[in-house]
């Protein structure tokens, strides 16, 4: 039987839920994606690492912050050519995390924080922030990927020249917070090296050049880049840790502020 999770809103009764609208705190969105990750990890794996950060953020600010609904399915057009990817196109996506937030806030929260597993919901993320600001000009809505982050700690994990979705950091996390999603002996590396990247795909990974949106079967036959077999779960618990400290310290400024 599991237990009740006590900063999870929707473990909460509603007495509870407008008590932690009264008492200031901040919500924790997690958004994820539906998509694949490669031959070795679910399909769940950017929404379970975005939910067990804010469980610890949440944790650790013990009763200054909710964890709110989650966002389960994101914006993954580029993973549709893999097996059971569901995407939303950026307006679905928007309109939803757009409707969770005006629910939150007509209830009083004026601060809610999306913490996004999937680098996919970025720029629909800033958009959204954005357009609040004249929606809801009351409202401090803030966002964050995960990984970069903790851009320190991945780097010391001292990847190949190509990695990244599916690679060394993301299984890392995975094999810390949800080792039972991970099938270490299904794990295949991807594209590794710039020479395996085709030409465009080469083009589309240039830094400070114009962006270019690939479908991810046009990098990586596998969908992976990067070599998953290396992760191992201190790792992931060093990458989840440095997460979670930065994260929190923002809450606790923003509180304060
Ligand atoms: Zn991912």
């Not at 950026?90 to 996004?116: E, P």
């Not at 357009?131 to 409202?139: Q, Y």
């Not at 710039?194 to 830094?207: E, K, M, P, S, Y």
Request: glycine residues 8%; contains cysteine.
């Amino acid at each position: 039987m599991s237990t009740r999770r006590p900063h999870h809103l929707a473990d909460m009764t509603t007495t509870e839920a407008a008590q932690a609208v009264a008492a200031g705190t901040v919500v924790l969105l997690p958004a994820g994606a539906f998509e694949q990750h490669g031959p070795g990890m679910a399909l769940s794996t950017d929404l379970v690492r975005a939910e067990a950060v804010c469980a610890a953020v949440a944790a650790e600010l013990s009763g200054r912050a909710v964890v709110g609904p989650v966002v389960p399915v994101g914006i993954s057009p580029h993973h549709l050519a893999f097996a059971g990817t569901v995407s939303l196109r950026t307006s679905t996506f928007v309109a939803v995390v757009r409707d969770y937030v005006t629910s939150l806030h007509r209830h009083g929260w004026r601060r809610v924080l999306v913490v996004t597993g999937h680098g996919g919901n970025n720029a629909a993320l800033t958009t959204l922030a954005q357009d609040m600001l004249v929606d809801l000009p009351d409202l401090e809505l803030a966002w964050t990927p995960l990984t970069s982050l903790a851009a320190e700690e991945v780097a010391a994990l001292d990847p190949p020249e190509v990695h990244g979705h599916s690679g060394e950091a993301e299984t890392a996390q995975m094999l810390h917070v949800a080792p039972h999603l991970v099938h270490p002996d299904l794990l295949e590396p991807g594209t590794t090296s710039l020479d395996q990247l085709d030409r465009l795909g080469r083009v589309a990974r240039t830094h400070g050049k114009p962006a270019l949106t690939l479908p991810y079967d046009r990098l990586s036959a596998i969908g992976v880049l990067g070599d998953p077999r290396r992760a191992t779960a201190d790792d992931g618990a060093a990458v989840v840790k440095a997460i979670t400290s930065r994260i929190t310290s923002f809450v606790e400024d923003w509180l304060a502020a």
